[in-house]
């Protein structure tokens, strides 16, 4: 009896049509995907002129019109911009200056963050928005005072004017870890405390592990800013063996003549290691702007 009704049931059933809803693009989502696409290419539109003009000779990079495509394509302007310059040196000094910062400022950093986000103290708070608001203070201002500190010290025309100031304070790299320590659970340093562990021992051995993809993101911010920091080398850096990658580039514009094709290959040498950062830490940075905004 149930087989019939079952037979009866899957003989008479209606068919079931599966249908695919699409779904309806706003126009609003179509001029915002137009107005970013125009944003990125303004926004590529001076790589692409700086590469184009490093394989061009110097009489064609100012044409009107300007000719996008170099003929003939010289590929002697980067030997020649490599050799007219002591460029090695340069790269090194960045790299080694570059490397030293990330370190420093990733121990210190995270250091000063675990403190302001799970070791409570008087005064803590507002201790941490006196740090942030060292951030609104413009860098001309404190130029000044730092150049006369370099000097007492013996620092300038060094590279510890370079490395020390940047991997001891930073407050955007504590701002930003911090906001990742907060969020983990207080039960890790309760069970850690009962097994005897210190401030230290927490830090070492579970603040540090469970942060890294932060400190990957803070280090990304960090490298860019110290491989691209143009300003503090002209400052206090005079010899040409002391200078980095941007301060030599800089070299290739004399008083009254500017040689800017070997200085545009110059610059498209020095930007190979921050395009190979960011296309192999693109989601790291991405999870630091959206972190910050977010927090």
Sequence with gaps: MANNVVAAVEKNAIPVIETKVKKRVKPSQILIHIILTIGAIIMVFPFLWTVSSSLKDISQIFLVPPAWLPNPIKWSNYIDSLTAMPFGLAYWNSFYI????VLATLLTASMAAYAFA???????????????????VPKQVTM???????G???WLDSHLSLIVPGALFNAFAVFLLRQFIMGIPKELEEAAIIDGAGYFKIYWSIILPLIRPSLAAVGIFVFLGSWNNFLDA???????QQFTVPLLLNTFKGLYV??????????????IPVLIIYIFAQKQIIEGVTITGIK
């Design 98 to 101: 570059t490397a030293v910062v």
């Design 118 to 136: 799970k070791i409570e103290f008087k005064g803590a708070n507002f201790l941490f928005v006196l740090f942030l608001a060292t951030m609104m």
């Design 144 to 150: 000044i005072p730092l150049y006369i500190i370099m």
């Design 152 to 154: 007492k010290i013996g």
């Design 234 to 240: 002209l400052i206090f850096l005079n010899t040409p």
């Design 258 to 271: 500017a040689d800017w094709a070997l200085m545009m290959a110059g610059t498209t040498i020095s930007v």
